[in-house]
């Protein structure tokens, strides 16, 4: 009785998403001044986070429409291949931008040099490939579980470690590749936002003047949201679902991570930026 709910509110939440993280890309490609590393970042991540949430949310509003849960195992293995790939992809460019804003806040007159194009289309390559390979690793791997005929997968889409629960054959390997991608794409690159960030505060309490620490803080502002939000709701889900042998709380932390959070942060940098907001405004006005 609340499919018919539930398929409007994740359909809104979809469009949502997709327009939004489009807007940002937009307003970043026909705005000269917004071409810095910090937003051609967060294009990437804009572009990513449309990706991430596209693996999941059409298959699940058609299985909705539809009435019909159904997946094949080709369609099960692309949707896990792409969800690691953008949901690796999110972790390491938010490590870049993290990274951008160290050195924008720690050593600001050597910035541009720093951070010049070529840097800044190396780190957004590396980030793409080691996504790419992490996913692949994973993704190979679970080629050679053997499964049941008919299976059923307590969630709204192919996540690994609910698939890998099912497995008839061994996953002792799957199991050692997951927590090794986890901790070299997931467990380093929050080690380095942490690091970059204690030593943004560090250099932020050595101002004197309070509009000067207000100003450099402005600057991380929006990236600390994103990442805390992002990070927040992704150790949710392993949390619950490590708490609880119940997937419906795991459900709720997922949907969090896979569709919210990439609807949020178009929001978090548009309203707490005046260059996105002007650049948007000139966008919509044309």
């Not at 499964?147 to 307590?154: A, D, G, K």
Request: hydrophobic share 50%; with cysteine.
């Amino acid at each position: 009785g609340l499919q018919p709910f539930f398929f409007g509110l994740f359909l809104s939440l979809y469009l949502v998403t997709f327009t939004g993280n489009l807007l940002i890309i937009l307003a970043i490609i026909s705005d000269s001044h917004l071409h810095t590393p910090m937003y051609f970042f967060l294009s990437n991540l804009s572009f990513s986070d449309i990706c991430f949430t596209s693996t999941t949310v059409p298959k699940m509003l058609w299985n909705i429409q539809m009435q019909s849960k159904v997946i094949t195992y080709e369609g099960c293995l692309s949707q896990i291949f792409f969800f690691i790939v953008f949901g690796c992809l999110d972790n390491l460019l938010l490590t870049v931008m993290a990274y951008d804003r160290f050195v924008a806040i720690c050593h600001p007159l050597h910035y541009m040099v720093i951070m010049n194009p070529q840097l800044c289309r190396l780190l957004a390559l590396g980030s793409w490939c080691l996504s790419i390979m992490g996913s692949l690793l994973e993704t190979l791997t679970f080629l050679r579980l053997s499964f049941c005929t008919h299976m059923e997968i307590p969630h709204f889409f192919c996540d690994l470690p609910e698939v890998l629960k099912l497995a008839c054959s061994d996953t002792l390997i799957n199991n050692i590749v997951v927590y090794l991608v986890t901790v070299v794409l997931g467990v380093f690159p929050l080690s380095g936002i942490l690091f970059s960030y204690s030593q943004i505060f560090s250099s932020i309490l050595k101002i004197s003047s309070a509009r000067g620490k207000y100003k450099a803080f402005s600057t991380c502002g929006s990236h600390l949201s994103v990442v805390s939000l992002f990070y927040g709701t992704g150790l949710g889900v392993y949390l619950s679902s490590a708490a609880t042998s119940s997937s419906r709380s795991s459900l709720v932390a997922s949907v969090m991570y896979t569709i919210v959070t990439p609807m949020l942060n178009p929001f978090i940098y548009s309203l707490r930026n005046r260059d996105i907001k002007r650049a948007l405004g000139q966008l919509l006005s044309r």
